[in-house]
């Protein structure tokens, strides 16, 4: 004679509702996070949730109330520095008021991987997105979003169709030109990202702006991709250069691989050569010498995003704006003035 297996039934909202002494409806505002339950009353409900262990249904409170507070999170990869950062802040957002996160990785910076990413997020149920995207092709993906749809965009281009939040990413080339102006530099030599990177681009054209305001030479540029490997391979063209006295790398990866090149050329970092980069993170201060860098506050980015997006979701269309998070210079001791 065989077994038979035996469902058993999970705890309804109806039997939440007598533990705790309440009305069906009571259960219902506090599952569904809603403000006009008193403290105790809410308390003694909750108690009953964890002791009975009912599980709020949120397909049912999707119904009801017409979100899944979800919000969805798209984005190309998750190694870099900012990315992460940035994440991390959202998740915290999120939870904070009272949403949770389905993220999904696109391969490539195409219209056909923006649109299926979006696709999939929609299948999940969220009620937003936020759209974390550098590379200038995006353009024509965004404009094959849903209508309707709330979204959010992290590093993208000039577009004014979207809420955009972003670092202040021409501040950054200009606090960093400027200072190695400032202690006397004849001009500034500069290391971008990735010709297709919004933030590289920016951070590019105000290098260049800078040097031009103050009647000073415009370098040629000498290429990065964001990666240590890449800054390394910079240094080593330019070790045997005097005329290079000051480098402005567009981000903490590469400064680090042009202060190794240099080194093991004999040069001293900032004796015979400045470098500053950009981002300020949480190793930068323990490079050797310690990077002068351009401090970028993801937090708050990712902080600005979410309530950029919630506020759509629950308050309905906005005027887009675009929202920059300040940076700053953190001085250290990679920087110094040009030996005579």
Not at 19 to 34: D, E, F, I, P, Y
Not at 215 to 243: C, F, H, K, M, N
Not at 266 to 287: H, N, R
Not at 313 to 337: D, F, K, M, Q, Y
Request: proline residues 5%; negative net charge.
């Amino acid at each position: 004679m065989g077994t038979r297996s035996v469902r058993v039934r999970e705890p309804s909202m109806n039997d939440v509702a007598r533990h705790a002494g309440v009305s069906s409806q009571t259960v219902s505002r506090v599952a569904n996070g809603l403000d006009n339950v008193g403290e105790s009353t809410k308390e003694r409900v909750l108690a009953s949730m964890r002791e009975l262990g009912y599980r709020p249904n949120s397909a049912a409170r999707a119904l009801r109330s017409g979100r899944f507070r979800d919000i969805g999170v798209a984005m190309f990869t998750l190694s870099s520095y900012g990315n992460m950062r940035m994440l991390d802040a959202i998740t915290q957002a999120a939870s904070e008021l009272g949403y949770s996160l389905t993220l999904d990785l696109m391969r490539e910076p195409t219209q056909r991987a923006v649109s299926g990413a979006v696709t999939r997020l929609l299948d999940q149920g969220v009620d937003g997105i936020v759209m974390m995207i550098e590379a200038e092709l995006t353009d024509s993906a965004m404009a094959e979003l849903p209508a309707g749809l709330p979204v959010v965009v992290n590093t993208s281009t000039a577009r004014t169709d979207y809420p955009v939040v972003d670092g202040d990413q021409a501040a950054a080339g200009r606090l960093a030109t400027e200072h190695l102006l400032d202690l006397g530099h004849r001009t500034v030599w500069h290391v971008p990202g990735p010709v297709s990177s919004y933030s590289a681009m920016r951070r590019r054209d105000a290098w260049a702006a800078t040097l031009r305001a103050a009647g000073r030479e415009v370098p040629e540029v000498l290429q990065g991709d964001w990666t240590a490997e890449s800054g390394y391979r910079v240094g080593l063209s330019i070790a045997e250069r005097d005329d290079i006295t000051a480098i402005f790398a567009s981000n903490d990866q590469m400064a680090l691989g042009l202060m190794r090149a240099l080194h093991e050329a004999g040069k001293d970092v900032p004796g015979d050569v400045s470098i500053v980069g950009c981002d300020d993170t949480t190793e930068s201060a323990s490079y050797w010498p310690p990077l002068t860098t351009v401090h970028q506050d993801f937090e708050e980015q990712g902080r600005q995003a979410v309530h950029a997006v919630v506020a759509e979701i629950e308050n309905g269309p906005v005027t887009p704006a675009r929202i920059l998070a300040p940076v700053w210079l953190v001085e250290r001791s990679s920087t110094g003035r040009p030996r005579a």
